[in-house]
Each structure stands twice: as structure tokens, then as C-alpha cells.
């Protein structure tokens, strides 16, 4: 019986060759800058107890709620693909006593989540972020200077993205302004969705962050957090406000943003690109004080975001992806099968010295070769034929101009070193900042 060939799932897909030179470029960028910044990596499991993401996360979101992956292992225990990461960290700082040195701690991360959302155009259910975590100080200059951090990298990718601010207060003045809310949404409650009226109960600070087009009018007539503040969340706020503004950094404060749970604390911000559709958010990020308790940790002071890779690399401008291909340097033409034995070692010479070669096995034509070489993208082609065999001299072409000339291998080898590195690599890209 024939079989159906099998696809992905939904909400997932094969990230292919050609598209991983724009994964690469935005991985390694990323890498190069969190460093400068001080950070380290970390690698968590993909695989967690699901408690660590009810209680990490909390039972209330819609994460929690109804969108993680969870499965009951064979021993009984109920595991949870991750959603987010930084319930890992904070747990994995805990668990290896990351404190004890004491002064600041700072993680990073790069790699897939698993959320089962609604997919749509720049939302995946598995999908990838880069993220950063600094563990052990309340102080607004590390807000800034992460943020400042990420603004680097996105401006080395000629991205530009929005940067949105807000203080979502603490356990001093949150809870007296959630009753203000609470109240303010009892008058209108009938025209918000169910989900807001759900919200209003359970998780009011979340009803801020409907996008429900029916719930706009209302929501954009509650009361603003930021008139609620307690003085230190206010001075808080105005300090990180300074920070940004002394690294010249523009930004909006958008009293709606939120993050919705109760460890959640002070600064939160988003940053949105107009280049993506409805699915505007590129990078997420907060204060999470009390998290670490929450967890069983000890008391911790942590601020740390998530930058969306997936949507990153959508809007990566063409021409700096195209710039980062690792184009083979030099394809191999043999015409003989004498030849194909004489090219196999050239290749391998090559190598050793650090020259991408391409060799195609069963190749055809001298014509047939050319096509492929072409189609590679290959920047230099070696014909290797009786002839050259003979005089030990072959025809090198390089194909950006057409000019072609005759080489020994020693004079191959030079000319091959002589070429920038950074060329070899990045024809035209000057953004090497
Ligand atoms: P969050 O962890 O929800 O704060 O998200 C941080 C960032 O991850 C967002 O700003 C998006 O760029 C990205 N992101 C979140 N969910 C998805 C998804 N389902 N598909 C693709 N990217 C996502």
C-alpha cells in the first residue's frame, strides 16, 4: 500500500540549509555582544518538572493554562517541554548555588521553546529565543544597560525596533492599584470580553493587556499604573528612565504593559518592530524580584528578557544575509578520472590550510561542471585536466569578474591566503563593527 509522506507538525518546520546562514549571522552576533556585556551561557534542559513552569510562570496564564506541552513520563512524573526559560535559570542558580560568590550573575541562553498557540504568520509553537538573566542586584542601571546590550545587537543587524517601557509597581503599591482597577472595570464590565472578565477576578493587571479590538475603548480609559506608584517604584522608575536617557536611548512609556504576575516587579518593556505584522513584539522583558522564592530559592533579585530569533531573522535585511553564505571557495572541475584523484588531494590540501573546496563526485561535462559550480555559488573555479595534470599547472577562474590565469599549487595556495579573511567569508559586508 503506498504511504502518505509524512510532513512536520503544525506550528513547527524544518529550518533548511538556506536559510541557516541568517541564523548563524544572528547567533554569532548575539554571542559577541552578550560577552562584551559579561554574560555566560547556560544550557538548561529542554525537558523540566511541569511545576516548575505552573509555579514559575503561574496557573493563571494563558501559558500555563493552556499551552504547554505536558506528557506523563514512564516513571509517572509529569514533564513539561519549556515554554520560557528563565524558571530554568533561576532554578539552575539556585540548585548549583550560582549565590554563593555573591556580587551579579549573568546568564544567557539560545534555543527552542515549545508553546502550543494559535499559529499565524511569525508565531510558532516551536520557535526560538535568545535570552539574558542578571541574577543578585535591584539596581535600574543593569536595566539599562541590558537593554542598551540588546539595542546593539538589533543595530548590528540594521534592525530597528521600538522600545517600550513601563513599572508594573511592587507588593508595596500593586495592590492598591489593582483595586482601583478592579473597581474601574466593575463599571464597564459588561462590554469586555470574556476573557477580561475572567482576568478582572483572577489576574486583573492581565485585562491591560488585552487585544481584543471590542475591549480597546475601555481598557484605554482605565487608570494608568504609573499614577499609582509607590516613591521607591516611582524613584525606581525615574532613575532607570535616567539611565536610559544618559546612554541616549529613546523610548515610550505605555502604562499597559504589563507583565501579569504577582513576582513580576517594577520595569517591564517590550520592543516592537513595525516590520512584522500583527505579531509586532520582537524581544520581552522585566524585573522578577520574588521569582526565585517562589521557586524555594532564596531571596534573588533578577531582570532579564527574551528576544524572538524566529521573528529576528524574518527581518533581517537581505543583503547582510546574503553577505554571511559560506560560499565554497574553490570548486574543482576534473575531467579525467586521473583528474578526479589529482583533485581529491588538491581538496584536501586546501583544507588543511582552511579553503572551503567543493567536489562533486560523478561529476559530467566540463559544461555540466561550470553549471554547478555556479549554482553553489562558488567564488573560485580549479579545471584540473590532462593538460594541467601533465604540466602540473591548472586554470583557475574566479568567477566574480570572469578573469582566469594559470596557477601551481604553491601559487594557488598563496593567492588562496592572500585573499582577506574577512572577505573570503563576506564579500561585502563592511558592518564589522
Ligand atoms: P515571551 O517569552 O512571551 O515574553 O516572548 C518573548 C519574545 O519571544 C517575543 O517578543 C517574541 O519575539 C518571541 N515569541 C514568543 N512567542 C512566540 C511564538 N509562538 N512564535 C515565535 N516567537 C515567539
Same mark, same amino acid.
Given at each position: 500500500?503506498?504511504?502518505?509522506?509524512?510532513?512536520?507538525?503544525?506550528?513547527?518546520?524544518?529550518? !533548511?540549509?538556506?536559510?541557516?546562514?541568517?541564523?548563524?549571522?544572528?547567533?554569532?552576533?548575539?554571542?559577541?555582544?552578550?560577552?562584551?556585556?559579561?554574560?555566560?551561557?547556560?544550557?538548561?534542559?529542554?525537558?523540566?518538572?511541569?511545576?516548575?513552569?505552573?509555579?514559575?510562570? @503561574?496557573?493563571?496564564?494563558?501559558? /500555563?493554562?493552556?499551552?504547554?506541552?505536558?506528557?506523563?513520563?514512564?516513571?509517572?512524573?509529569?514533564?513539561? *517541554?519549556?515554554?520560557?526559560?528563565?524558571?530554568?535559570?533561576?532554578?539552575?542558580?539556585?540548585?548549583?548555588?550560582?549565590?554563593? @560568590?555573591? %556580587?551579579?550573575?549573568?546568564?544567557?541562553?539560545?534555543?527552542?521553546?515549545?508553546?502550543?498557540?494559535?499559529?499565524?504568520?511569525?508565531?510558532?509553537?516551536?520557535?526560538?529565543?535568545?535570552?539574558?538573566?542578571? !541574577?543578585?542586584?535591584?539596581?535600574?542601571?543593569?536595566?539599562?544597560?541590558?537593554?542598551?546590550?540588546?539595542?546593539?545587537?538589533?543595530?548590528?543587524?540594521?534592525?530597528?525596533?521600538?522600545?517600550?517601557?513601563?513599572?508594573?509597581?511592587?507588593?508595596? $503599591?500593586?495592590?492598591?492599584?489593582?483595586?482601583?482597577?478592579?473597581?474601574?472595570?466593575?463599571?464597564?464590565?459588561?462590554?469586555?470580553?470574556?476573557? $477580561?472578565?475572567?482576568?478582572?477576578?483572577?489576574?486583573?493587571?492581565?485585562?491591560?493587556? $488585552?487585544?481584543?479590538?471590542?475591549?480597546?475603548?475601555?481598557?484605554?480609559?482605565?487608570?494608568?499604573?504609573?499614577?499609582? *506608584?509607590?516613591?521607591?517604584?516611582?524613584?525606581?522608575?525615574?532613575?532607570?528612565?535616567?539611565?536610559?536617557?544618559?546612554? %541616549?536611548?529613546?523610548?515610550?512609556? #505605555?502604562?499597559?504593559?504589563?507583565?501579569?504576575?504577582?513576582?513580576?516587579?517594577?520595569?517591564?518593556?517590550?520592543? /516592537?518592530?513595525?516590520?512584522?505584522?500583527?505579531?509586532?513584539?520582537?524581544?520581552?522583558?522585566?524585573?522578577?524580584?520574588?521569582?526565585?522564592?517562589?521557586?524555594? %530559592?532564596?531571596?534573588?533579585?533578577?531582570?532579564?528578557?527574551?528576544? %524572538?530569533?524566529?521573528?529576528? #531573522?524574518?527581518?533581517?535585511?537581505?543583503?547582510?544575509?546574503?553577505?554571511? #553564505?559560506?560560499?565554497?571557495?574553490?570548486?574543482?572541475?576534473?575531467?579525467?578520472?586521473?583528474?578526479?584523484?589529482?583533485?581529491?588531494?588538491?581538496?584536501?590540501?586546501?583544507?588543511?590550510?582552511?579553503?572551503?573546496?567543493?567536489?562533486?563526485?560523478?561529476? @559530467?561535462?566540463?559544461?555540466?561542471?561550470?553549471?554547478?559550480?555556479?549554482?553553489? @555559488?562558488?567564488?573560485?573555479?580549479?579545471?584540473?585536466?590532462?593538460?594541467? *595534470?601533465?604540466?602540473?599547472?591548472?586554470?583557475?577562474?574566479?568567477?566574480?569578474?570572469?578573469?582566469?590565469?594559470? /596557477?601551481? *599549487?604553491?601559487?594557488?595556495?598563496?593567492?588562496?591566503?592572500? !585573499?582577506?579573511?574577512?572577505?573570503?567569508?563576506?564579500?561585502?559586508?563592511?558592518?564589522?563593527?
Amino acid at each position: 500500500m503506498e504511504q502518505k509522506p509524512l510532513t512536520t507538525l503544525p506550528g513547527t518546520r524544518d529550518i !533548511l540549509p538556506v536559510e541557516i546562514p541568517r541564523w548563524h549571522l544572528v547567533e554569532d552576533r548575539a554571542r559577541q555582544v552578550l560577552a562584551l556585556y559579561g554574560f555566560q551561557e547556560i544550557r538548561t534542559p529542554l525537558l523540566e518538572a511541569t511545576e516548575l513552569f505552573a509555579r514559575g510562570i @503561574g496557573g493563571d496564564t494563558d501559558i /500555563v493554562g493552556k499551552e504547554m506541552y505536558t506528557f506523563t513520563d514512564q516513571g509517572g512524573t509529569s514533564i513539561t *517541554l519549556r515554554p520560557e526559560v528563565t524558571a530554568s535559570v533561576v532554578r539552575a542558580y539556585t540548585e548549583h548555588h550560582m549565590y554563593r @560568590g555573591g %556580587g551579579i550573575t549573568k546568564l544567557y541562553y539560545i534555543g527552542p521553546m515549545f508553546r502550543h498557540e494559535k499559529k499565524q504568520k511569525g508565531r510558532w509553537r516551536q520557535f526560538y529565543q535568545i535570552g539574558a538573566e542578571v !541574577l543578585g542586584s535591584d539596581d535600574p542601571a543593569v536595566e539599562a544597560e541590558v537593554i542598551e546590550m540588546i539595542l546593539r545587537l538589533l543595530e548590528q543587524l540594521q534592525v530597528e525596533a521600538r522600545l517600550l517601557i513601563n513599572s508594573v509597581g511592587d507588593r508595596n $503599591c500593586r495592590p492598591g492599584f489593582i483595586a482601583i482597577l478592579k473597581e474601574a472595570i466593575s463599571q464597564d464590565l459588561g462590554r469586555f470580553c470574556d476573557d $477580561c472578565r475572567r482576568r478582572a477576578q483572577t489576574n486583573t493587571l492581565r485585562v491591560l493587556d $488585552c487585544k481584543v479590538e471590542s475591549c480597546q475603548p475601555y481598557i484605554n480609559r482605565l487608570p494608568r499604573i504609573t499614577d499609582h *506608584l509607590c516613591r521607591e517604584c516611582s524613584e525606581h522608575f525615574q532613575k532607570f528612565q535616567d539611565h536610559l536617557r544618559e546612554a %541616549g536611548i529613546r523610548y515610550e512609556i #505605555v502604562p499597559r504593559l504589563v507583565r501579569g504576575l504577582d513576582y513580576y516587579v517594577r520595569t517591564a518593556f517590550e520592543m /516592537v518592530s513595525g516590520e512584522l505584522g500583527s505579531q509586532n513584539a520582537l524581544v520581552g522583558g522585566g524585573r522578577y524580584d520574588g521569582l526565585s522564592e517562589v521557586l524555594g %530559592g532564596p531571596p534573588v533579585q533578577g531582570f532579564g528578557f527574551a528576544l %524572538g530569533l524566529d521573528r529576528l #531573522v524574518m527581518i533581517l535585511p537581505d543583503s547582510l544575509a546574503e553577505a554571511s #553564505v559560506d560560499r565554497p571557495e574553490v570548486y574543482l572541475v576534473y575531467l579525467s578520472d586521473e583528474a578526479l584523484k589529482a583533485a581529491i588531494s588538491i581538496a584536501r590540501l586546501l583544507r588543511r590550510q582552511g579553503v572551503r573546496c567543493h567536489l562533486e563526485f560523478g561529476a @559530467g561535462s566540463l559544461k555540466s561542471q561550470m553549471r554547478m559550480a555556479n549554482r553553489v @555559488g562558488a567564488r573560485h573555479v580549479l579545471i584540473i585536466g590532462q593538460d594541467e *595534470l601533465a604540466k602540473e599547472r591548472y586554470s583557475l577562474k574566479r568567477m566574480e569578474d570572469s578573469k582566469q590565469w594559470e /596557477v601551481s *599549487l604553491p601559487e594557488l595556495s598563496q593567492y588562496l591566503q592572500s !585573499l582577506p579573511a574577512a572577505a573570503r567569508k563576506n564579500p561585502s559586508s563592511t558592518n564589522d563593527k
